[in-house]
């Protein structure tokens, strides 16, 4: 029978590719999203691209007012499981709102638990992030790695990840996939959804494309006096193509019958540094990318990459895609989309 997926947070960066690839994999989406960081635009993209429509729910995850209404939808689609990726994500932002990070991000993800459970699915996976790492652990680092983020947003993803544990433990039909991702960036190959931040762009990835298509002068790049190979951040970069299929080997595992807990790291298992990735990205859109070192920015830490094998044990799954493929997607969304969803 085909599988029935929620996906929050559906027409966002990575959810917009998740539901590419489960559409393709012959499964159904719900798409629940209030569209305060994405476009209706990505669903008719996403359409597009899968040859086929998604349903889809504009509601605020969070909002109590919304509750029942999100909850009889997900019943009414009859869903299976769910992919759950709602959220607010600008760290800087965490620190300066921790209140309103706790109440949408914790809020969101009860929701979902409380309407899976009343539709009868009990199968989750979540958009964790290797932020709950912080700076404690030797690379590559390991799911068995100690935990403890450094700001708000990074320990929405810890109680998060915490909450569905204990849900999964109070009833053993429960299965939760904690997927701890690196550093997401690339697009889909055909240049049709990609990353479309609303602001300035906090990540590397989409501040390189903006520079390199002349939306911006420079890029800065935050330190070059760690201790790395250039003395520049050294970051685990995965093409969101690969992530967004991790996503599904990580439901086909649940759906094999797998109960409880587990968290996974999503990442390459490899390291670049930002003058690499610069470089790259320079070979890629055969445009200069200007740059020039400024201080170091708060709260980053040198280096982290992934211990990538347990995702490939449990799920049989592993990243493709490399650096190179990741710029030239990243690329070709940018400039065929200079203005992203806003065309
Ligand atoms: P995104 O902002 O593009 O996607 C999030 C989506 O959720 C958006 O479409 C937004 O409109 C929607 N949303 C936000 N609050 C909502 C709410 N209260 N109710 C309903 N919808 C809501 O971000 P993304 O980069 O695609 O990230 C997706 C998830 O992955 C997030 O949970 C993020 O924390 C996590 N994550 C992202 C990264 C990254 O670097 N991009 C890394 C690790 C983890
Ligand atoms: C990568 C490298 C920067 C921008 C953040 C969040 C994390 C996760 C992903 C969600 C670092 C350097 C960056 C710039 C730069 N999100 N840099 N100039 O910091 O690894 O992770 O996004 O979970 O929680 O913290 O990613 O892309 O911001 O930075 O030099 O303009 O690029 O110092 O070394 P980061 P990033």
Redesign the pocket.
């Known amino acids: 029978m085909t599988q029935r997926i929620v996906v929050?947070?559906g027409?966002?960066?990575?959810?917009s590719h998740v539901c590419v690839e489960l559409l393709a994999s012959g499964r159904d989406v719900l798409i629940?999203?209030?569209?305060?960081?994405?476009h209706q635009q990505a669903v008719a993209r996403i359409e597009e691209l899968a040859q086929r429509g998604v349903e889809c729910l504009k509601?605020?995850?969070?909002d109590a007012a919304q509750k029942n209404a999100i909850v009889n939808r997900i019943k009414t689609f009859g869903a299976d499981g769910a992919v759950h990726?709602?959220?607010?994500?600008a760290v800087g932002e965490s620190v300066a709102q921790p209140a309103r990070y706790y109440q949408?991000n914790i809020g969101?993800a009860l929701t979902l638990i409380e309407a899976l459970g009343a539709a009868n699915a009990r199968s989750v996976v979540f958009?964790?992030?290797a932020?709950v790492y912080g700076d404690l652990n030797d690379n590559p680092v390991t799911e068995e790695g100690r935990t403890g983020a450094t700001n708000p947003y990074g320990r929405t993803?810890l109680f998060i990840e915490e909450i569905l544990k204990d849900v999964a433990r109070a009833n053993d039909q429960w299965g939760v996939a904690n997927l701890r991702?690196f550093?997401?960036v690339g697009a889909h190959a055909s240049g049709r959804i990609g990353e479309d931040p609303n602001d300035t762009p906090n990540?590397l990835f989409p501040y390189i494309a903006q520079v390199a298509v002349g939306r911006r002068k420079k890029l800065s790049v935050f330190g070059n006096d760690y201790d790395t190979r250039d003395g520049t951040g050294v970051r685990d970069y995965i093409h969101v193509v690969d992530l967004a299929r991790g996503h599904v080997a990580a439901l086909d595992y649940l759906s094999d019958g797998e109960r409880g807990a587990v968290d996974v790291n999503l990442g390459t298992g490899r390291g670049y540094s930002v003058l690499e990735a610069v470089a790259a990205f320079k070979r890629a859109s055969n445009r200069d990318i200007p740059y020039d070192v400024v201080p170091r920015r708060d709260g980053d830490i040198a280096e982290i990459y992934a211990n990538a094998s347990k995702a490939k044990k449990l799920f049989g799954w592993s990243a493709k895609k490399d650096l190179d493929a990741m710029c030239a997607d990243h690329w070709r969304w940018q400039r065929e989309n200079p203005n992203g969803y806003n065309e």
Do not use: E, M, R
């Not at 990726?85 to 994500?89: E, I, Q, T, V, Y």
């Open positions: 929050t947070g027409a966002g960066y990575i959810g629940v999203d209030d569209f305060s960081n994405s509601a605020d995850l969070a990726l709602a959220g607010l994500k949408t969101a958009s964790s992030s932020t993803k991702y550093n997401p990540n």
